[in-house]
Structure formats: structure tokens, C-alpha cells
């Protein structure tokens, strides 16, 4: 795909699964704006991907789960005159432990980022993206998406607004030109597991991860083959799908299990 001077926004673009997106959309010739909290990283990485693949990229430091963030994004890239044709939803986090125990300030944060900030960015952007008959909207679900999570509750709920939000609107916006894509990896090799404190949990601790760049170049194939719902890998496609022939309180228990701590 020829993208030399079209733009792709990615959020959570300073680590994990995010600076591996950027760093496919570069190679494939994508203009970046970047977005993540870290303006140091953001700064390293743009000035990585602008000399190894000779592309313009915008860097934009600000904390998403703050309500005025993603309108900020937008005004910006409004001012600069950047049309966004790719939009990556990317950045969120989890947290690990029983609701009853866990911080409500740090759930409340999660569910600004995973849910409220994807849902004003998605509609910011998308209006042009119909105007314009041409866009791609990327939003990274999981497959913590297909059933409830005990001990990571909250995030499991957010990751089920994403895929079905992204259902819904990929439904409303045929033909429009514009096609959203819910990707769901499974746990992947990223910073997520320190950040939500569930690195002893056997969910991440009994198989070998598949990588971040892994996962960032199946997610970039599924967005320019418009698929609305894809899932990382054949194991993660059978264990996400197996969910509707099981009862819900036998898949809950077994998500249990494998998340506890080991």
C-alpha cells in the first residue's frame, strides 16, 4: 500500500504494542502522529522512525484519560492541517486483583483510557473520515473482550465495550469507505503485566508470548484487510470462540484459574 503522504494516529505509541505499530506503519510508509504520556520516548522514537524510513512524524505528550485530552489531540492536529486517514486506538491498562481490594482512582483512570478517550477520538476523527469517503479505524480490543475476568474485572469490561463498539460502528458505516477493526491479541511480551501487577499470574507465566512486533504486524494486515473482528493466532481464536458453547459460570471459573497467581 502506497501511503507515502497519508497519516495514521497512534495512541500509546511509546511501548509495547504500540511503538511496534508505529513502527509498521512507518515502514510501510505511513506520516505518524504519535501519542502517549512519555514525551521522551515519544521524542526518541520519532527521530528513529523519521531516519530510518524517511517519513514526517508528529509527536503530541499528553495523558489521555483526562477528559479534555482527546479534543486537544484533535484542535491540534486541526491547526497543522494533518487529516487523520488511519486512526489506532491503542493506548490503555490494567489492573490486577479482586475489586473489593483494588484502587477505584486507578479503575476510574483505566476506564477514562480504554473506553471514554477510544470512544471521543473515534468520533472526532470519523467525520471526516466520511466526508473524505476513506478511513481506517484500528481499535486494540483483547481477547479479554469474549468472556468476564475475575480479577482483573474492570479491565475485561472495558476490552467488551471496545470489541462491541467496534461491531456496531463497522455495521452503521458500510458503505461509507470507512471500516473499523476490533483486534483482540491475547498476552503478548509488553510492559502491560508490571503495569497492572499481574507478572505471577499463570495467564502470563505458563506459555511463551508471542512478541509485540508479533502482534503489531497481524494487526496492521487485518486493518488493510478491513476485518471487523480479528484475533491473534490460532490458539487465542479457539479459546475466544470456544466461549459460546460453554456456561458462562464454567468459563468464568476457568478464567479464575488462569489468572491467579502462581
Not at 228 to 257: D, E, Q, Y
Request: net charge positive; charged share 20%.
Amino acid at each position: 500500500m502506497n501511503s507515502l503522504k497519508q497519516w495514521s494516529l497512534i495512541t500509546g505509541a511509546s511501548g509495547g504494542i504500540g511503538y511496534e505499530l508505529a513502527t509498521v506503519f512507518a515502514k510501510n510508509g505511513w506520516n505518524l502522529v504519535l501519542v502517549a504520556r512519555s514525551e521522551e520516548k515519544l521524542i526518541e522514537l520519532k527521530n528513529k522512525l523519521e531516519s530510518a524510513f524517511k517519513i514526517r512524524v508528529e509527536i503530541i505528550s499528553i495523558d489521555l484519560s483526562q477528559r479534555t485530552a482527546p479534543q486537544k489531540v484533535f484542535d491540534s492536529l486541526q491547526k497543522k492541517h494533518i487529516s487523520i486517514l488511519a486512526l489506532v486506538n491503542n493506548a490503555g491498562f490494567g489492573v490486577f486483583g479482586k475489586f473489593s481490594e483494588t484502587s477505584l482512582d486507578k479503575e476510574i483512570n483505566m476506564i477514562d483510557l480504554n473506553i471514554v478517550s477510544l470512544t471521543i477520538l473515534t468520533k472526532l476523527f470519523l467525520k471526516e473520515m466520511i466526508q473524505n469517503k476513506k478511513g481506517y479505524i484500528l481499535n486494540i480490543a483483547s481477547t479479554a473482550a469474549f468472556q468476564a475476568g475475575p480479577l482483573m474485572a474492570i479491565y475485561y469490561a472495558t476490552k467488551a465495550y471496545v470489541l462491541l463498539f467496534s461491531e456496531a460502528i463497522s455495521n452503521e458505516l458500510k458503505g461509507t469507505g470507512v471500516t473499523v477493526t476490533a483486534y483482540c491479541p491475547g498476552a503478548t511480551q509488553t510492559g502491560f503485566q508490571a503495569a497492572a501487577n499481574a507478572e505471577k499470574s499463570a495467564l502470563f507465566q505458563q506459555r511463551k508470548l508471542p512478541s509485540a512486533q508479533e502482534v503489531a504486524e497481524d494487526a496492521y494486515k487485518a486493518l488493510l484487510k478491513k476485518k471487523t473482528v480479528a484475533i491473534h493466532g490460532l490458539v487465542n481464536w479457539t479459546l475466544a470462540n470456544s466461549v459460546r458453547f460453554m456456561p458462562r459460570k464454567v468459563i468464568t471459573s476457568i478464567v479464575r484459574k488462569i489468572q491467579k497467581q502462581i
